[in-house]
């Protein structure tokens, strides 16, 4: 019986939507380190399907085609993408170097991260997170289901 999720997938995949996929892989790994691992490209150079790796988190990437609106261009975002970096200011500055918009600079948060929120140039949000210290939900005034 075949592995559920296969190989290399983790239980849940984002599947982010752009315009420009060639374009997005060059930027989101250059601004936020993401290594590209999949490639499909149509008959026509359209690049409709990519995947994306960082550690053990993938994300997926994919032209929906020409009635499609970035997040950017439809005038605002519906989800943040959430990813756990090892050095959250490093990634920052990286980040910002390639060209990033920074929604908001590294800052500890009340549950135990230091996060900042970065917009890449199609508009999709992302937030990176380094967790630098041990709290429960209660501590922050979290509770739990």
Same mark, same amino acid.
């Given at each position: 019986?075949? +592995?559920?999720?296969?190989?290399?997938?983790?239980?849940?995949?984002?599947?982010?939507?752009?315009?420009?996929?060639?374009?997005?892989?060059? @930027?989101?790994?250059? %601004?936020?380190?993401?290594?590209?691992?999949?490639?499909?490209?149509? +008959?026509?150079?359209?690049?409709?399907? %990519?995947?994306?790796?960082?550690?053990?988190?993938?994300?997926?990437?994919?032209?929906?085609? +020409?009635?499609?609106?970035?997040?950017?261009?439809?005038?605002?975002? &519906? /989800? !943040? !993408?959430? !990813?756990?970096?090892?050095? /959250?200011?490093?990634?920052?500055?990286? %980040?910002?170097?390639?060209?990033?918009?920074?929604?908001?600079?590294? +800052?500890?948060?009340?549950?135990?991260?230091?996060?900042?929120?970065?917009?890449?140039?199609?508009?999709?949000? @992302?937030?990176?997170?380094?967790?630098?210290?041990? !709290? &429960?939900?209660?501590? @922050?005034?979290? &509770? &739990?289901?």
């Amino acid at each position: 019986m075949p +592995e559920n999720p296969p190989a290399q997938y983790p239980t849940v995949t984002p599947y982010l939507l752009y315009e420009d996929v060639p374009a997005a892989l060059e @930027w989101l790994s250059k %601004a936020f380190g993401f290594r590209e691992r999949l490639r499909f490209t149509a +008959e026509d150079g359209t690049v409709n399907h %990519a995947e994306m790796q960082l550690a053990d988190g993938v994300i997926m990437l994919g032209d929906p085609g +020409e009635g499609y609106r970035n997040p950017k261009r439809s005038g605002g975002s &519906t /989800v !943040v !993408v959430a !990813v756990y970096v090892d050095d /959250v200011d490093a990634h920052h500055q990286r %980040a910002r170097a390639a060209g990033a918009t920074v929604l908001s600079p590294p +800052e500890d948060q009340p549950y135990g991260d230091r996060s900042y929120n970065a917009e890449d140039p199609e508009g999709h949000r @992302w937030s990176f997170l380094q967790h630098v210290r041990d !709290v &429960t939900p209660a501590d @922050w005034g979290a &509770t &739990t289901a």
